[in-house]
Structures are given as structure tokens and as C-alpha cells.
């Protein structure tokens, strides 16, 4: 007998969900919980693939443009080809470009913005740094040592109201001595080239050849370090400590994270804070779980009291009852995973239609001029799990009221 009851759980629990109920309203709960749990599902997994897209275009774009580490002398370093070939000896160091920054004023046609302007060895700044990629006009190659040449960010150049081939005016802070007195600084640069990676960077930015930006320092021959890209950004803090106990004190270094972390930081906490705010839509649909199972539990009082007379287990009648409102879980979520998954894969193209059909979001006001979305599979099985533990835990209050139902007590009035 033990051996015929076994299946019985699982076979009347099917048949219970494939059944119609008497009590139409048990239906409409019923969908209205599958129909929740899809809806927290999908929504959960578009916007976490969302989320994972700025964050991944945070990384790439800002801090391609912003070293993950760097190397600072405490005085000018004259020979950085060697310390070069020592940092890039470790296993964790991909490349590293000299540098050299000043902060000033750029002038063109009576326009006057600030500006800090970075000298580079372009063929050594392709290797640390995403800005040749993003070249909209010119070639990061077209900086000379002694062409005096200059490549703008996008927002700088529409600022000034520059553009390639044009001259405009650095203007530095020093002050020099001539027979009217002082003054400040001039040095005529050409526009060589336009970046446009579409962050702040763009309005902030300008690049010239290290060699000339040491001229302009009066520091002839000389960077004051060296810029650096590791294979795994986050370890940058580790890398910086390690390579200054190795460099000795005559070197220092700062990392990624003490001017743009807060960036990443705030990112994750979102992240965080979205998935619990969104998992209260699945929270809802379990509740809902749970009403129509306790209704669907009165609703079937009788035909539990004649599985008890016939044998059945509370243990039995409470499975059944579990499989029933597990089943119901199971289909929300994998609708909801399904959906979540196309929708993730396919945003950028829905939200371009949005953008030109109902004319309501424009993303060109932010650093991307799409919505980004990068699906990640470890997201959506954590999500599936969430949702299928909350919709296990909802059957488990109705089914065990089944368990608890006398059947003489339950057939009395019938």
C-alpha cells in the first residue's frame, strides 16, 4: 500500500492545478500569482543586466581614460623608459606610458576655458589609455615632440569652438618676468585631433607630447611618472603598496579608486538596494500564493477528508498541497526568466524605438548615448533561486493547515 500511495502527492497536486476550481476567484488569484512572479522576475533580471551595463561602460570608458594606477616621482624622472621596463616586469602590470600634466587656460576667438592638459607618448599612452579609440577627428599619433600640437576633448573643442587645423592659446598660470612687468604664460598650440568618449573627461581634458609639456614645465627631458594598466583594476590599491615597497622612497603611487571609486561604490549599493526593493514585487505574488492556496485548502476540505479516510498521511495531504503551490511558482518564474532574458538582451534596441517613436528619453544627455545591458547568468540563477525559495516558503503555512483537517469533522455537513 505504501508503495501505490508514493506518487500520490505529486499525481493529485498536478491535478489539482490542471483542474478548474468551483470558486472562479481561486482562479484569478492563482494567475495573479503567476502573473506577479513573472513580472518581479523579468523586471529584476532587465534591470540588474541594465545596471551591470553602466557599470560595465563606467569601467571601460571612464576609467580607460583614468589610470587604474600610477607611478609618481618625488622629483622629475629623467629616465623613464627604465623604470618602465621595471614595473612592466611583473606578471599583473599590462603597460605603462609616461606623463606629464599642467592646469590652465585655453583661449580661442575670445572663448577662455580651464583645462588640464596631460603629456603623453602616444604610442605608449595606446597601450594604458582608450582615448585612440575614440579619436572623432585627427590621430593621437599626430602629437610630435616640438609640433607643439594639441588633441582636444569633444566638450572642450564645442566650448572653444575649435576645430582641427585651428590655433589656440595655452595660458599658464606661472607668471614670467619681461621689461613690462609680469605676465602670465603663452604658448600657441595647433589642433591636432578630437576625443569624444562621452564623459565629463570630454570638457576636461587636452593632450599634448610629453616632451613639450616638460618645455612648458621647464622641465626639459623629464615626466613626473608613469601611468599604468593592470589586468585586474581592483587590485590596484594591492599592486600600488607592493610596487612602492619595491621602487623604494624615491617613488609614491595613487590608484583609481581614491578619485573615482565612489563611483563604483554607489553603483553596487544601487545594485544592492534595487534587487531588495525589487524583490518585494515577488514578495507580493507569494502573498498571493498563499490566499489562493488557503482558499483553495477550504474550498477542497471534503475531498481531503475522503484521502484521509482512505488512507492518506497528513504528511501526504500536506506534499500534495505544496505541489500544487510550488507548481504555481514554477511556471511564474520560468515565464519571468524567459521574458527577463529577452528583454535583457534586447533593450538597447527597445529603448532606441521608445526614444524615436514616443520621444520621451534621450540618453545623449548622459555618458552613453544607448541603454546598456550586460546579462549576467550568475544574476539570473540567483534571481530564480530567490523566487522559487519565496514560492516554496508560501506553500508552506496552507499546506500544513490541510494536513491539520479531520475528517469527521470535515465531512459533517456534507
Given amino acids: 500500500m505504501r508503495a501505490m500511495f508514493r506518487p500520490l502527492s505529486l499525481y493529485i497536486g498536478l491535478r489539482y492545478t490542471g483542474a478548474r476550481s468551483r470558486n472562479s476567484f481561486i482562479s484569478v488569484m492563482t494567475l495573479a500569482s503567476v502573473l506577479g512572479l513573472m513580472l518581479g522576475v523579468t523586471v529584476l533580471i532587465t534591470v540588474l543586466s541594465v545596471m551591470n551595463g553602466f557599470d560595465r561602460e563606467l569601467q571601460t570608458r571612464i576609467l580607460g581614460m583614468v589610470t587604474h594606477l600610477t607611478v609618481h616621482g618625488r622629483e622629475p624622472v629623467t629616465d623613464w623608459q627604465s623604470l618602465a621596463a621595471r614595473v612592466e616586469r611583473r606578471d599583473d602590470v599590462i603597460a605603462a606610458a609616461p606623463y606629464r600634466q599642467l592646469e590652465g587656460m585655453l583661449s580661442h576667438k575670445g572663448r577662455v576655458t580651464g583645462v588640464l592638459v596631460t603629456g603623453v607618448e602616444p604610442d605608449a599612452e595606446k597601450r594604458v589609455s582608450i582615448v585612440g579609440d575614440y579619436m ?3 590621430d593621437l599619433g599626430a ?6 600640437n594639441v588633441v582636444l576633448g569633444y566638450g572642450l573643442a564645442r566650448r572653444l569652438g575649435a576645430e582641427v587645423g585651428d590655433k589656440i592659446t595655452l595660458v599658464l ?3 614670467s618676468m619681461s621689461p613690462a612687468g609680469v605676465i602670465p604664460r603663452f604658448k600657441r598650440f595647433t589642433v591636432s585631433g578630437v576625443f569624444r568618449v562621452r564623459a565629463e573627461v570630454d570638457s576636461l581634458l587636452a593632450y599634448v607630447h610629453v616632451e613639450d609639456a616638460a618645455r612648458l614645465a621647464r622641465h626639459k627631458g623629464s615626466v613626473e611618472g608613469l601611468r599604468l594598466k593592470l589586468d585586474d583594476l581592483f587590485r590596484a590599491p594591492l599592486v600600488g603598496w607592493q610596487l612602492e615597497q619595491e621602487l ?5 603611487t595613487s590608484d583609481w579608486t581614491r578619485t573615482h571609486g565612489n563611483l563604483f561604490q554607489a553603483i553596487r549599493m544601487e545594485k544592492t538596494m534595487m534587487t531588495l526593493l525589487l524583490s518585494f514585487i515577488v514578495a507580493v505574488a507569494a502573498f498571493n500564493i498563499i490566499s489562493s492556496q488557503v482558499m483553495l485548502v477550504t474550498e477542497k476540505r471534503a475531498n481531503i477528508a475522503v484521502l ?4 492518506a498521511t497528513p504528511g501526504q495531504v500536506m506534499r500534495l498541497f505544496m505541489v500544487q503551490g510550488s507548481l504555481v511558482g514554477l511556471v511564474g518564474t520560468g515565464l519571468g526568466t524567459l521574458f527577463g532574458v529577452l528583454l535583457a538582451s534586447n533593450i538597447s534596441a527597445v529603448a532606441r524605438w521608445l526614444e524615436s517613436s514616443v520621444d520621451a528619453v534621450k540618453f545623449d544627455a548622459y555618458f552613453v548615448n544607448y541603454l546598456p545591458s550586460v546579462l549576467l547568468w ?3 540563477i540567483t534571481i530564480v533561486v530567490i523566487a522559487m ?3 516554496f516558503l508560501a506553500t508552506l503555512y496552507p499546506s500544513w493547515r490541510a494536513s491539520k483537517v479531520q475528517p469527521a469533522e470535515a465531512l459533517r455537513y456534507e
Wanted: proline share 11%.
Fill in 173 to 175: 598660470p606661472e607668471a
Fill in 378 to 380: 550568475s544574476d539570473v
Fill in 308 to 311: 484521509r479516510t482512505l488512507g
Fill in 143 to 148: 602629437l610630435a615632440p616640438g609640433a607643439f
Fill in 248 to 252: 623604494g622612497p624615491g617613488f609614491y
Fill in 389 to 391: 525559495s519565496i514560492s
Fill in 136 to 138: 572623432q577627428e585627427g
